[in-house]
C-alpha cells in the first residue's frame, strides 16, 4: 500500500485510481467512444492536476532544497577561469 505525506494528494490518487477502474470496465464491456473520450480527458485532467499539485506543495517535493532555482550571473565555474584568462603570443 502506498503512503501519502499529503492528504490532498491521498486524495487525488484515490480519484485517478477510480477513473482508471472506470475506463477499464467500459473496455471490457465496449463503451462508447464518447464515454471513452470524457473517461480519457479525466484521466488527462487529475495527471495535470497530481503534476501541478506536487509542484507547488511543500510536503509532495522529496528535496526542497534542490528545487530553488540557481541565480544566473554568478561568475564563472572554477574549470572555466584557466581557459578564459590564458594569453595568447603572437
Known amino acids: 500500500m502506498l503512503r501519502f505525506a499529503c492528504p490532498k494528494l491521498k486524495g487525488l490518487a484515490t480519484m485517478m485510481r477510480e477513473k482508471y477502474d472506470v475506463r ?37 517535493k522529496p528535496y526542497p532544497a534542490l528545487a530553488k532555482p540557481v541565480a544566473s550571473g554568478q561568475g564563472q565555474i572554477p574549470s572555466e577561469k584557466s581557459f578564459v584568462s590564458l594569453d595568447i603570443a603572437s
Open 24 to 60: 477499464n470496465k467500459m473496455i471490457l464491456r465496449n463503451g462508447s467512444d464518447a464515454d471513452m473520450l470524457k473517461v480519457e480527458y479525466e484521466l488527462v485532467r487529475i495527471n495535470r492536476t497530481i503534476a501541478r499539485h506536487r509542484r507547488n506543495c511543500f510536503q509532495c
